[in-house]
């Protein structure tokens, strides 16, 4: 029996507060919901008088206006992304410029989405190149906190969490979300990679996840240990795809995703190629020519 991923649907805010949650962290969702975003996106401001602020959202004139008013009169040190999605990164450039700092994050992505005509997320911000290039495990310092580096590679490669400390807790944009999976579409994104960070950030024992969208998760340990089962049993229903003489991911896909939307489908087709290229690099499946949504694919 699949332990079922404890969803939190439930988010409570107020568009334009600034919300303590955490001694350290404040929380201001930006009013941009949708499909890709949910609610918005959320921003997350760190320190007092001197502050740093991740993914700053969307690049609207009032969203900047928001934004100045929530950081008042206090010195800004650094914007920081956890990845280039146009939901995310967009206003980084111009709130940095605005405070006379640096934008930072890991860097471009190794390629841009490509969904093939199928919109998987939000967009990419082709634009977006950040001035400081962060490692894994740097840290960043203010006034009785810290910021720590967390690369966690998977839904985007350039995808970068940050640890709050001493409050215990992760930023953590599109890696993991209170009210639903996260979408891994390659080239950029890799299940290899997602599965090993997920694993990573699990071992990490953070009290508190919070997401670039919706509610924070704040028992963490089984609602990553639910994420990685969901994946597992993903690959369970491709291998009995597989073993029935199904190899093609659009004829899995209806079988597989029975209880969803069918407008969804050409999404799941992406999700299913992932776990399949991901199968191939472990040795368990094979396809001739590159692996793609219409290619056909076998045991080994």
């Known amino acids: 029996m699949v332990t079922p991923i404890p969803y939190i649907r439930e988010f409570e805010f107020s568009y334009g507060v600034a919300t303590p949650i955490s001694p350290n962290v404040r929380r201001l969702v930006a009013n941009n919901p949708g499909r890709f975003s949910g609610w918005g996106t959320n921003v997350y401001i760190i320190g007092t008088d001197e502050l740093i602020v991740v993914d700053p959202g969307p690049n609207t004139d009032r969203h900047f206006e928001v934004l100045t008013q929530a950081i008042g009169t206090a010195k800004v040190m650094a914007v920081f992304v956890t990845h280039h999605h146009l939901d995310h990164s967009p206003m980084a450039p111009r709130l940095a410029a605005h405070f006379d700092c640096q934008t930072h994050g890991f860097g471009p992505p190794n390629t841009m989405l490509d969904g093939g005509?199928?919109?998987?997320?939000?967009g990419d911000d082709v634009g977006f190149s950040p001035q400081v290039r962060v490692k894994d495990g740097q840290i960043f310092t203010g006034n009785g906190w810290e910021l720590h580096c967390v690369h966690t590679p998977g839904h985007t490669s350039n995808h970068m969490c940050y640890a709050v400390q001493p409050d215990n807790g992760l930023i953590c944009g599109d890696h993991v979300m209170a009210w639903s999976t996260s979408v891994v579409s390659p080239p950029d994104g890799s299940?290899?990679?997602?599965?090993?960070?997920?694993?990573?950030?699990q071992n990490m024992n953070f009290a508190h996840l919070w997401p670039g969208h919706g509610s924070a998760i704040d028992d963490p340990h089984p609602f990553l240990s639910a994420y990685l089962e969901h994946r597992a049993e993903r690959d369970r229903q491709i291998l009995l795809q597989l073993r029935g003489g199904i190899g093609q991911i659009k004829s899995m896909v209806p079988d597989m995703?029975?209880?969803?939307?069918?407008?969804?489908?050409?999404?799941?087709?992406?999700?299913?190629?992932?776990?399949?290229?991901?199968?191939?690099?472990?040795?368990?499946?094979?396809?001739?020519?590159?692996?793609?949504i219409n290619s056909e694919y076998r045991l080994i």
């Not at 005509?117 to 939000?122: H, K, P, Q, S, T």
């Not at 969803?260 to 776990?275: G, Q």
């Open 117 to 122: 005509g199928v919109r998987l997320e939000a």
């Open 191 to 201: 299940m290899s990679d997602y599965l090993h960070s997920l694993t990573k950030v």
């Open 257 to 292: 995703y029975a209880q969803v939307d069918k407008r969804l489908h050409p999404a799941a087709c992406h999700s299913v190629l992932s776990h399949l290229i991901r199968m191939i690099e472990t040795g368990q499946v094979t396809c001739h020519g590159t692996p793609g």
